[in-house]
């Protein structure tokens, strides 16, 4: 995730996932995290699809994470439920959307969001047979929509996102936050130093233009 640099660090507990990490695994990564960076602000979010109340509770707890992102076809209840058992730990919702499913989607959202604090909706592109990781590029409409609803929450953008595309995306959508996965990856699951370096360039870039543009415009 993006908000002018690396704030949060995505662990994957998706089994069949080429990301997947064991909840001993990343309690490794977030305790070393903290001690070599113990000032650091970055965020520890698990992914999870489909998961039990039970294991996304103790996942939560072993690894030390501070945010889950629910990935899958988790109904209000089981999110609800996981709301009630762990209050201090934040909620990422992410949808995957299409033209065809759009309204749809973003309906059963808000009233996810009459039952539940959501810190941020995670807009990635819809495919039938995986949940997220795809390198597909959502259609920049759909975030567009989404943002002219003032009560949604905070919108962090994924989806196919690279180096090389994410200046133009930037200029046609302010999301809070982007999530990045195969778009900064040198092969399956294993991130490419360089390229992480240049999408975080390409978006302080993206970004200081538009604050640019609109500081003209309000001149």
């Not at 995505?10 to 070393?32: C, D, H, M, Y």
């Not at 009459?114 to 990635?124: E, F, K, Q, R, T």
Request: charged letters at 20%; a neutral charge.
């Amino acid at each position: 995730v993006w908000q002018q640099d690396v704030a949060a660090i995505g662990l994957n507990f998706w089994r069949t996932s080429k990301r997947f990490v064991s909840p001993e695994q990343a309690g490794l990564i977030t305790r070393e995290v903290q001690r070599v960076h113990h000032n650091s602000l970055v965020e520890f979010v698990g992914v999870f699809v489909n998961s039990s109340l039970d294991e996304v509770s103790s996942t939560v707890r072993e690894a030390q994470l501070s945010a889950v992102q629910f990935h899958g076809d988790e109904s209000i209840t089981m999110i609800s439920d996981f709301h009630r058992l762990m209050p201090e730990v934040r909620i990422i919702r992410a949808l995957r959307v299409c033209e065809q499913n759009f309204e749809k989607t973003v309906q059963s959202f808000r009233e996810l969001c009459l039952a539940v604090p959501i810190a941020a909706c995670l807009l990635d592109a819809y495919s039938p047979s995986h949940f997220g990781g795809t390198g597909q590029t959502i259609n920049i409409d759909l975030p567009r929509s989404y943002l002219t609803d003032k009560s949604l929450p905070r919108l962090i953008l994924a989806g196919g996102l690279t180096p090389e595309n994410i200046g133009s995306i930037l200029a046609e959508v302010r999301p809070w936050g982007i999530d990045v996965a195969s778009g900064v990856e040198s092969s399956p699951g294993i991130k490419d130093p360089d390229k992480v370096r240049r999408l975080l360039v390409n978006c302080a870039a993206a970004t200081k233009a538009a604050s640019s543009v609109e500081q003209s415009l309000r001149l």
